[in-house]
Nanobody, 127 residues
Framework: QLQLVESGGDLVQPGGSLRLSCAAS????????IGWFRQAPGKEREGVSC????????NYVDSVKGRFTISRDNAKNTVYLQMNSLKPEDTAVYYC????????????????????WGKGNLVTVSS
C-alpha cells in the first residue's frame, strides 16, 4: 500500500509556471529525504532537485537554479516542486523518489540511491 503519487503536471507555455506535488501514503515522509527526477524522450533520467529530512539542505541541477524551488510540508506528507520560467527543455516526465538512507541534514540526486518511486507526471512546455 506504500505509494508516492505525483500531480500537477500540465501543458504550459514557455515562461509559465507549474507546481508539482508528491504525496505519500503508507509511510511518513519526515523520515525520508526526497528527490525530484525527470526523464525526457531519448534521454537518461536526471536529478532535478532534492531536499533533506530537515528541509534545511537543498540541491538543484544547474539548468534549473533560480527557476525551481523544492519544499516540503511534513504535516501534509507532501513535497513540492515550484517551477517558474519554464523552458521547452524542461519537458519531461517528472518523478519523485524517497530514501531513508541519509542523515537528517543530507540529500543527494542519485537515482540508484532512492528506495521508493512514484509513477511519474508529465510536464510539457510548448507554444
Amino acid at each position: 500500500q506504500l505509494q508516492l503519487v505525483e500531480s500537477g503536471g500540465d501543458l504550459v507555455q514557455p515562461g509559465g509556471s507549474l507546481r508539482l506535488s508528491c504525496a505519500a501514503s503508507g509511510f511518513t515522509l519526515d523520515y525520508y529525504s526526497i528527490g525530484w527526477f525527470r526523464q525526457a524522450p531519448g534521454k537518461e533520467r536526471e536529478g532535478v532537485s532534492c531536499i533533506s529530512r530537515s528541509g534545511g539542505t537543498t540541491n538543484y541541477v544547474d539548468s534549473v537554479k533560480g527557476r525551481f524551488t523544492i519544499s516540503r510540508d511534513n504535516a501534509k506528507n507532501t513535497v513540492y516542486l515550484q517551477m517558474n520560467s519554464l523552458k521547452p527543455e524542461d519537458t519531461a516526465v517528472y518523478y519523485c523518489a524517497a530514501t531513508n538512507a541519509l542523515t537528517y541534514t543530507m540529500c543527494v540526486m542519485r537515482p540508484n540511491g532512492m528506495r521508493y518511486w512514484g509513477k511519474g507526471n508529465l510536464v510539457t512546455v510548448s507554444s
